[in-house]
């Protein structure tokens, strides 16, 4: 299938990014893609709506939604630190005790976080409103630096989200506060029991912080990871060619997304697509919710 585009990592306003649910599958329609994954940060509350834009579409079948969630985990980095990496999870069952449990306090945390870096800022002077920030959230979202970020823009205290995270908020900001995220393994094991894979995102990503090396991707495959993303807007020509390596090596399945979060980026949806037979060896894995369109 020649063409056919699909990009597996995108965030609507239930967590950072800043389309609805049904926007974001609007935009995704409009641009032109066969196929999008709703993947929120530790949040499904936008699973709902938009499998009902995709219902509501003029064309049905035309477009496919894969429901997912992207799962901030603590991981070994393989140089004796601990670091943050980001799991990407498809299809499991968002019923799921264990896993609908962790997501919760998660959610409880990020949200406590978020509203303690307002503080400090608004303590220091910054002209941001803490409860207003909160305020603005849908019940239960995650919340997530990015809404700092664009408060701060909106106060014209920076010019863009990527300024506030450079002057402010980043891993070694000023105002930067750390969360308990959900050790890998156990993350890997509680998508897998609730009958979902598992794709490690942006694992090269060295802009971004830390990253793991290579053996540790390898005892994550062994541990049940299912792929790695590889076209990813953070990710160098050389890396992508590393990761392929890796991918054949490790016979790990290959991804390609955005990483779209709206207006909170500059990157369009699509930008990075993943090849039609990497969704359906994923979709093959799975049995803990369905393939929508
Ligand atoms: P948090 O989830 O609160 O730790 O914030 C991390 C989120 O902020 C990521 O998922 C990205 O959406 C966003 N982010 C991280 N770094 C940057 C950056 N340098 N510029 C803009 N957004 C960023
Ligand atoms: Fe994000
Ligand atoms: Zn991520
Ligand atoms: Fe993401």
Redesign the pocket.
């Known amino acids: 299938m020649v063409g056919v585009r699909i990009d597996l990592h995108t965030?609507s306003n239930e967590?950072?990014g800043t389309d609805t649910p049904a926007e974001l599958v609007a935009t995704a329609v409009a641009a032109g893609l066969d196929a999008i994954a709703i993947t929120d940060?530790d949040t499904t509350a936008g699973w709902a709506a938009a499998e009902q834009a995709v219902r509501d579409l003029a064309e049905p079948g035309r477009f496919r939604l894969v429901p997912g969630a992207?799962l901030?985990c603590a991981c070994p980095d393989g140089n004796g630190r601990n670091i943050t990496v980001?799991l990407l999870a498809y299809l499991f069952d968002p019923n799921s005790a264990a896993l609908a449990q962790e997501q919760s306090r998660l959610r409880a945390e990020?949200r406590e976080?978020?509203h303690e870096m307002a503080r400090h800022m608004a303590a220091d002077g910054f002209p941001v409103d803490p409860d207003e920030i909160m305020a603005g959230l849908p019940p239960d979202s995650?919340?997530?630096?990015?809404h700092l970020?664009r408060a701060l823009v909106n106060a014209g205290t920076v010019v863009s989200?990527?300024e506030?995270?450079?002057k402010f908020?980043?891993g070694s900001g000023r105002y930067y506060l750390p969360?308990t995220d959900t050790p890998v393994r156990r993350a890997i094991d509680m998508i897998t029991e609730a009958g979902g894979t598992t794709v490690l995102a942006h694992p090269f990503a060295t802009a971004?912080g830390p990253v793991v090396t290579a053996d540790v991707v390898a005892e994550l495959t062994e541990h049940g990871l299912a792929g790695i993303e590889i076209d990813h807007p953070d990710h160098e020509p050389e890396t992508r060619v590393r990761l392929r390596g890796l991918a054949a090596e490790l016979d790990l399945i290959p991804t390609g997304s955005s990483?779209y979060?709206g207006t909170?980026?500059t990157i369009r949806i699509g930008q990075e697509t993943t090849p039609p037979d990497s969704l359906d060896r994923l979709v093959a894995r799975c049995s803990g919710s369905k393939v929508i369109g």
């Open positions: 965030h967590s950072d940060h992207e901030s980001h990020r976080r978020l995650p919340g997530g630096r990015p970020a989200v990527d506030a995270f450079a908020l980043g969360r971004r990483d979060h909170n980026k």
